[in-house]
């Protein structure tokens, strides 16, 4: 098999041909290494590739899978993590020059979980420094491009990851999503990618950000990806304060259920504003197919989303702030300048102003559960906008300029606030050729849910046929 | 039956008369009034009373058991509330000037319960203004005073109510825990409080001191009356974000089950020192009981107590001054002077102090949770001293002057921080003759271990047939 086509697989392809020993681990780590020399220099995903690990790694699961040890359908599937999840022995930077040497002695709790389902870890990918911003070209390993285009952003922060399995330079990847940082990438490079419930996957191992907004999770260039990366990571951790002791089902398992019969909330109001023209017409085609595979569209009001969305902030400068406190005052410097600016605006949140975000959150969490007595799901467009230019400030809605952040994270950071689950999928592409992602949350715990309605539009709509041309 | 003798049974004696039709709870009600004629002027126990409610009420029950329709142990019952819990047509003030005159129109959920229950609602108690000190020698309605020695304060926030159930004013009351406001004037008082698990008693309708840190709970002369309180009171409630859906067992029915066999933790740096010598003496007493019960005394270190008692405190002078910005901005005057300092003070925490606290929190809860694997309790001394003089600041500590406040919290704030469900019970007199409590802290959601080991223990002790000579 060639290399470029062993290469932009999606997991349900390639697992079966691992599995059934039509390729070697080594085969497919060796054809992801080569595409990395190709690639990776103008796409700058991975900070670093791990290449005689992976190598060594792939030859041992060849011969478990040969001698009939089959651990699943990551067994010998090359995974990158971006570069805040902990390695042991490998270096992880966060995409920091203060970090840029530093080499943990332990692998995160997801990370271990990963290589124990037989993950070949390949590499670690580019991040927006300190997973502290949406674009992901603020780095001190330098900027992460759009496979779809180089000169645009792959967004952020885990634009390593979404560059990576988008331009098919890993079969699947880690992000950790704050304030949108898995789905951004995820909606910008065409990918899938899954914000669990708060603390569904262990966070301990990873370099916060914000203690209680942070989510790991996964992306992948289909659901089911998404959906065996999700079963594999997630489970009780002691150790993360933040998770929780809930059983994690077979994601993989209903995954047919299909999206007929359930209800998805849709604000009008929320969904279908404030954002560009193309985002809205590939949403609105998005509704009709999700309609004709026989979901019912109820319209609802998501309340207090505006106040959700401040909250959300709030909340993450002062948290981002407090983690940083130290380096902040004692190496200004070594920030990027967009981070660094963030980190000095977190010093002046007052307490009171924390205080009111978090219980604005705890209303909006309430608020929500209630709504989900009406719906399975609620569904927006993923992002207001496509991928802007590498260091663009601004963009056009509706005839007036705004900063790129405000309908990127329009969508994000409320779920990140609430804890629900969420999935970016896919959905359309601009007239530049550009991905456009389609929002999909569900009930705390739900991921299932999500997981189906994701497959069943995918399934439909194929966009995951679409690879990059590079 | 005497006056006297009706307002000092205590719930498990007064409720079969009630049942059985031995006294009415218009006899009962009239009995109480009387009381409160006789003594609330010295003690100050209550703002308002309820007198032509109640006596409505306790003749619309007097028929309902007289033709069988008993609803349980409340039936009948005199119950005061803390001037927090709004009643519907009655004031509601907090103990403040600002709300002197506010009569809300609908009763607090817990209210509704209690009043489902059968409770006779008698009146509102007095409090620390606001519910924002430990003494309720600070409201508006002048200071509450300890029923064992007037020239005392009755500890706070929930002064009133532990004044008004040691004395007899009351059979049962309500209290909210925030930093101790139940625990502490069940323990300067002589009484039983109980500060349930996080989220067990639903707050809507209680004015907010802090979100995250407010418990409403129940005050008695004994451990039954907690505990059939607590079942009335408990269960979820949609309106209050911080409710949680968790079943609500019959807290009555496994009291008998005593201590035997339990481990309880004893941190003996913690609980040993920072405290007077006859605390000391009187937790080690206690603890010696629970041992001859057939508790097994475990030695443990409880985790970041300090750390713990700062983010407390922290959190909660964030959000008592973003709940109180508007009139502290407006009406500074209308504050009682320490409450207004110390909102005034809320105004300097900085959101990223709040965001460590929080965090400090998380920390905290989960090494508490793998603590609770090993013991299935904890016990401390509920205050480090006696009740102090009203207006009394400071109080020696091993020859070291300390702020009242500090021996007062010392064993309180960690549990709210954490949400853990702890109880104050009687465990000794003083040589001045004034109450001294015991703590027992159990699992989240786990009120009945606590429970259990408080009857043990009280049933032993026999504290409860001790009355202040009024």
Chains 1, 2 share one sequence.
């Not at 079969?171 to 914000?195: E, F, H, N, Y």
């Not at 190496?331 to 009111?356: H, N, S």
């Not at 604005?360 to 802007?388: K, N, W, Y």
């Not at 999909?440 to 715990?445: I, S």
Request: glycine share 10%.
């Amino acid at each position: 098999m060639a290399d470029l086509e062993l290469c932009t697989l999606t997991l349900e392809e390639l697992a079966p041909l691992l599995r059934d020993g039509q390729v070697s681990p080594v085969e497919v780590i060796q054809s992801y290494l080569v595409r990395i020399d190709t690639l990776n220099e103008a796409l700058n995903a991975y900070i670093t590739v791990t290449r005689d690990q992976a190598l060594a790694d792939a030859r041992r699961y060849e011969e478990e899978i040969l001698r009939g040890d089959y651990r699943g359908p990551l067994h010998g599937v090359p995974v990158a993590l971006k570069d805040l999840y902990d390695t042991a022995g490998v270096r992880t930077t966060a995409a920091s020059k203060i970090y840029a040497q530093r080499v943990p002695q332990e692998d995160a709790t997801s990370v271990a979980r990963l290589r124990a389902a037989g993950a070949v870890l390949i590499g670690k990918t580019n991040l927006h420094e300190f997973a502290y911003g949406v674009t992901a070209d603020s780095s001190f390993f330098g900027p992460t491009r759009n496979p779809w285009d180089p000169e645009r952003v792959a967004g952020g922060s885990s634009g390593g990851s979404g560059a990576a399995v988008a331009a098919g330079l890993c079969a699947v990847a880690t992000g950790s999503d704050t304030g949108g940082s898995i789905r951004i990438p995820a909606a910008l490079c065409g990918t899938v990618g899954l914000k669990p419930t708060y603390g569904r996957i262990s966070g301990h191992g990873l370099l916060p950000l914000s203690w209680t907004l942070d989510h790991p999770g996964p992306m992948a260039r289909s659901v089911y990806g998404a959906a065996v990366m999700l079963s594999a990571m997630a489970g009780y951790d002691p150790r993360d304060p933040a998770s929780v002791d809930v059983p994690v089902p077979d994601y993989t398992a209903g995954l047919r259920h299909g999206v007929a019969g359930l209800r998805i909330g849709l604000d009008p109001q929320w969904a279908l504003s404030g954002i560009h023209e193309d985002v809205r017409a590939a949403f609105q085609g998005a509704l009709a197919v999700l309609e004709d595979l026989g979901a019912e569209i109820v319209e609802v009001s998501v309340p207090r989303v505006v106040e959700g969305m401040e909250a959300a902030l709030t909340i993450l400068m002062a948290e981002a702030t407090a983690i940083h406190e130290k380096f902040l005052r004692s190496r200004p410097d070594d920030y990027q300048p967009d981070v660094r600016a963030r980190l000095e605006k977190g010093l002046a949140i007052r307490g009171i102003d924390y205080g009111r975000a978090r219980r604005t959150g705890e209303l909006l969490r309430r608020d929500l559960a209630a709504l989900f007595q009406r719906v399975d799901l609620l569904a927006t467009p993923m992002c207001g906008i496509i991928a802007p230019k590498i260091g663009q400030r601004e963009v056009i809605i509706d005839g007036e300029a705004v900063p790129v952040m405000a309908p990127l994270t329009r969508y994000t950071r409320v779920f990140n606030l609430t804890g629900l689950p969420a999935i970016s999928v896919p959905c359309a592409f601009s007239p530049e050729g550009l991905p456009i992602g389609l929002q999909l949350v569900g009930r705390a715990w739900d991921e299932a849910t999500v997981l189906w309605a994701a497959y069943a539009y995918e399934t439909a709509a194929e966009w995951t046929q679409r690879r990059p041309s590079l």
